[in-house]
């Protein structure tokens, strides 16, 4: 595994510094790195440990109060997990949630270290 917690750990957020229920548009990423990523292009990203986090109740609840105002943009993997992840974040906030549309397979650091520019104009287009 790329990141590796206690045994019995329960899931977390990354880098959530500034974000709440004030924050216009919140970007989730899936994984710390990504989210490291977006802060270097001025993004303000919360990364969570895998795109199985976004189905859980307790997450869904928790985020519906914290974010209830905010616009969303799911800035996951494109793969059958961040879809799924998506989905579940459509699921709850609806069509506030946008999408970060990445090539087929690739995350964040992947369009990074791929296509810099094409990453820089992907976040501004959104």
Same mark, same amino acid.
């Given at each position: ?7 019995? *750990? =329960? ?5 959530? +510094?500034?974000?709440?229920? +004030? ?6 990423? %899936?994984? %710390? ?6 802060? +270097? ?10 795109? !199985? ?10 985020? !519906?109060? #914290?974010?209830?105002? !905010? ?14 992840? =998506?989905? *579940? ?12 549309? #990445? ?21 501004? !287009?959104?």
């Amino acid at each position: 595994p790329k990141y590796m917690d206690e045994p019995g *750990a =329960a899931p977390h957020l990354y880098n959530p +510094q500034g974000l709440g229920p +004030q924050t216009r548009t919140v970007w989730f990423t %899936e994984g %710390e790195l990504d989210a490291l990523i977006l802060w +270097q292009y001025g993004v303000h990203a919360i990364g969570v440990p895998g795109a !199985s986090v976004f189905g859980i109740p307790e997450f869904k609840l928790a985020w !519906s109060l #914290l974010w209830e105002k !905010s616009n969303l943009v799911a800035a996951i993997d494109n793969d059958e997990a961040g879809n799924r992840a =998506a989905h *579940a974040l459509v699921e709850v906030y609806g069509d506030r949630v946008r999408r970060l549309v #990445l090539p087929e397979g690739m995350d964040v650091n992947d369009m990074h270290l791929k296509d810099p520019d094409g990453l820089r104009e992907l976040i501004e !287009s959104v």
